[in-house]
């Protein structure tokens, strides 16, 4: 089983305090929706999980069937959506994906991409032959999420990731995180959406 602790955590920004005596035990199998106002450090808790930020005071471990993991080892359980996530405005939806996934280690084949493609509602022919720069927002959220979906992560930190999306976008995100989720996955998910808060298992409020 995989987990996630928050020790006694403190995160900051010079003298600003974000948030301070955040005690949480995240565990595999369950959707855990991050809520709070603007400013709240839903961001900032998303990236202490993925230590991507180190917490000024406390503990973030992450857990593998009791073994403590870090460093190089961490960065391939984890995948992120957040609205800082990279696309390449001159690639395809494809070489966008190529590379994204080729950097886990994940050889894309055309089968995978036909699949994935259809199961976050992009056909291929409105993406063939187009650059990511001509796609709406949208598209590129669901663009992300394909590649979510086919990195093999087993940690899920998801920013707003229904942000930009429509009915049947969201609907799709969250029957994939439960699908996750019932794998045994981590879903850590920074929202404000009334929705997805009540698809969790599990809050933390900020």
């Given amino acids: 089983m995989i987990e996630i602790t928050f020790e006694d955590v403190c995160a900051a920004y010079g003298e600003h305090v974000i948030f301070s005596h955040l005690s949480k035990r995240v565990i595999g199998g369950h959707i855990t929706a991050v809520t709070g106002e603007n400013g709240s450090g839903k961001s900032t808790l998303l990236r202490l999980a993925g230590h991507l930020l180190h917490a ?4 973030v471990l ?13 960065r391939s359980h984890i995948a992120m959506v957040t609205p800082e996530m990279k696309l390449y405005d001159q690639l395809t939806a494809r070489e966008n994906m190529d590379f994204l996934l ?5 050889a894309l084949t055309d ?12 056909s291929e022919e409105e ?22 979906f086919l990195s093999g992560a087993d940690i899920w930190l998801l920013d707003e990731p229904g942000a930009n999306l429509d009915a049947a976008g969201r609907g799709m995100l969250l029957q994939a995180s439960r699908q996750a989720a019932d794998m045994g996955r981590i879903v850590l998910i920074a929202t404000n959406d009334n929705e997805e808060e009540a698809a969790a298992d599990d809050t933390i409020r900020l």
């Fill in 62 to 74: 992450v857990r593998v069937d009791g073994k403590e993991i870090r460093q190089s080892e961490l």
């Fill in 56 to 59: 000024q005071v406390g503990h």
């Fill in 127 to 148: 993406l063939e032959g187009k650059y990511i720069g001509t796609f709406s927002t949208g598209m590129r959220q669901r663009l992300k999420l394909a590649v979510l």
């Fill in 111 to 122: 089968a995978m991409y036909k699949d994935c493609i259809r199961h976050v509602g992009l």
């Fill in 102 to 106: 080729r950097l886990r280690g994940v």
